[in-house]
Every structure is written in structure tokens, then in C-alpha cells.
């Protein structure tokens, strides 16, 4: 079953007809917002379609995905999102229940977005060998550099899926890498499965923030390799130190245009101007995936 059958299984049977199956393939969100016209978004463009979301009909979506059992989803209610079976997300918004600064619940749930989730299996294929330290059977620490929305969460899971698989044909053997998906978005964790493949010597620590499941990986998992996306904060670069000083490789994403631009991020220049990284990919604005490596 595709990424968008699932998704419509959560949807109330008026908006599941309001989709346009022929279009079904290019749809990357379905939006609904109570009381407004169902939006889709196919490829770059948001199309409103003629028909008018019931608060109802978003409550019904809402307690389907989480199988109605609210409380049990209650944690990732509070982060704004849920995944669903087949790795895609649901994102929640709605009024926030407050505590000690906490959000601890979201009340009258308003809008709803459901990202339909695709893999791209060999997207990273014309930049592995780049990555690749043959010599060694181990992989050069390497960041990934790109904007928001160019694919490099995409690429970083196919980048995981080859190294953990090992590759025959250049004689590299799977190393076991660790992934620490705190969002929920590389391996897209349903019920300890993950939905998306991550290879065969892949662990995943999701829903814990990355400073501390990097460490807990290191401690607990011996990996050969750790995969992180979206690092940026002092306390991922202090955890990426650590990973590095314990023999651990690394992949990790950072949001930016240009190594100029990651450089304004005073942290991630504290790993830059250390020599942590040995390849920098930069993906291309302009052509989604489009990526190439930089040596260090």
C-alpha cells in the first residue's frame, strides 16, 4: 500500500472523495483547517479545492490517527505532530495548554496536515562513493548543506540505507550506524517498525532530543556510524564531539545555502574550523536533490 492510500484511510469519506485520485501521486500535503477549504499542495503549488472542512470532519481525522486513544499519543500531540503507518506525518495545531512554560496538551484541534512521506531508494547514489572511505571500510564525516525543502532529509536516509546495507559492487561492507531521528523523519518510527528502509544494520532512537540520544548511542549501541539531521545547537556540536572523540563517524544536515551561511552558525563553525568534517554536500536550490561533495 502507497503513502497516499494510507493517508486516506484517515480521512473522513466527504474529503477522501474531494481528492483527486489522478492527481493522487504528486500530492505532497493534504490540509485541513476547520471551517476553510480543503488545501492540497502538488509539488509548488497549493490548490484549494471547493470544499469546506467541518470542525467535525477535522476531529474525526484527528482521533483516527490516533486511534482513539488521545491520551496515549499525548507526547507527540504536545510536539505538534504524529506519524502514521507507511511513515507519514500528521502535523497538529490547535489551542496550547500551557504549564511551567511546558506545553502539556493542545485543545480544539483546528488544523490538521498530513505530509505524505516518499522515498527516493538510490538518490544518494551519485555522491556514495564520494562519501565512501574505501581504504578504510569506513565513511568520511561528512555534513549535508542545503535549504528547507531541497530533499536533504531524503538524501541523508538513503545515504544510511547504502552504508548500512554495504555496497558490493565497490567492495564496501555495511557498517552498523545509529540513527537519532528526534522528529520522527528519517526512519519514521510506527510502533518500534521502522516505515521507512534505513538498511539492515540500522538502530533508531527517536522522540529524544539528539544531544542526549547520540550519547545513549554511543553508550549502548557501539555504533560504527551516527546520522543526525538538523544539528545547530551548542548541545549537538558538544554530543558530536563526544561521538567523534569515541571513534564514532558521522553524517549530519544543517540548514543553509552556502558553507559561507553555516559559518554565521557560531557552533557549527566550532566543528568546521576543527577539520570534523571531511566532505561537505551541497544541494542545489534550485533542482530538488540536486546534490555535489566537497572535499575538506
Do not use: W
Not at 55 to 82: H, M, P
Request: hydrophobic share 40%; proline share 3%.
Amino acid at each position: 500500500m502507497t503513502g497516499e492510500e494510507i493517508v486516506l484511510e484517515y480521512l473522513p469519506i466527504g474529503i477522501r472523495r474531494e481528492v483527486n485520485f489522478q492527481l493522487l501521486n504528486s500530492i505532497e500535503e493534504i490540509r485541513l483547517r476547520a471551517n476553510k477549504p480543503l488545501n492540497l499542495k502538488i509539488g509548488q503549488e497549493n490548490k484549494t479545492i471547493n470544499y469546506i472542512v467541518s470542525q467535525q470532519e477535522v476531529l474525526q481525522a484527528f482521533e483516527r490517527i490516533c486511534e482513539n486513544s488521545v491520551y496515549s499519543y499525548r507526547k507527540q500531540i504536545c510536539d505538534g505532530y504524529i506519524t502514521i503507518r507507511g511513515g507519514n506525518r500528521v502535523g497538529i495545531v490547535g489551542s496550547a495548554v500551557i504549564d511551567n512554560g511546558q506545553v502539556i496538551n493542545i485543545n480544539y484541534i483546528s488544523s490538521l496536515n498530513f505530509r505524505i512521506a516518499r522515498q527516493k531508494i538510490g538518490c544518494s547514489n551519485k555522491i556514495i562513493e564520494d562519501i565512501i572511505d574505501l581504504s578504510n571500510n569506513t565513511i568520511h564525516n561528512t555534513l549535508i548543506i542545503s535549504p528547507p525543502g531541497c530533499g536533504k532529509t531524503t538524501l541523508l536516509r538513503d545515504i544510511i540505507r547504502n552504508i548500512s546495507n554495504g555496497i558490493n559492487v565497490i567492495g564496501f561492507t555495511g557498517k552498523t550506524v545509529g540513527v537519532v531521528d528526534e522528529r520522527g523523519e528519517i526512519a519514521a518510527m510506527y510502533k518500534g517498525i521502522a516505515q521507512n528502509d534505513v538498511g539492515i544494520r540500522t538502530d533508531v532512537i527517536d522522540n529524544m532530543p539528539k544531544p542526549e540520544a547520540m550519547r545513549m548511542l554511543v553508550r549502548s549501541m557501539a555504533p560504527d556510524v551516527i546520522a543526525c539531521d538538523e544539528i545547530g545547537s551548542i548541545q549537538d556540536v558538544n554530543a558530536i564531539d563526544y561521538a567523534m572523540c569515541s571513534g564514532v563517524k558521522g553524517i549530519f544536515t544543517a540548514h543553509g545555502k552556502s558553507i559561507e551561511e553555516i559559518n554565521r552558525n557560531s557552533e557549527i563553525s566550532r566543528l568546521l574550523n576543527k577539520n570534523i568534517f571531511e566532505r561537505i554536500v551541497l544541494l542545489n536550490p534550485e533542482k530538488r536533490g540536486d546534490a555535489h561533495c566537497i572535499y575538506q
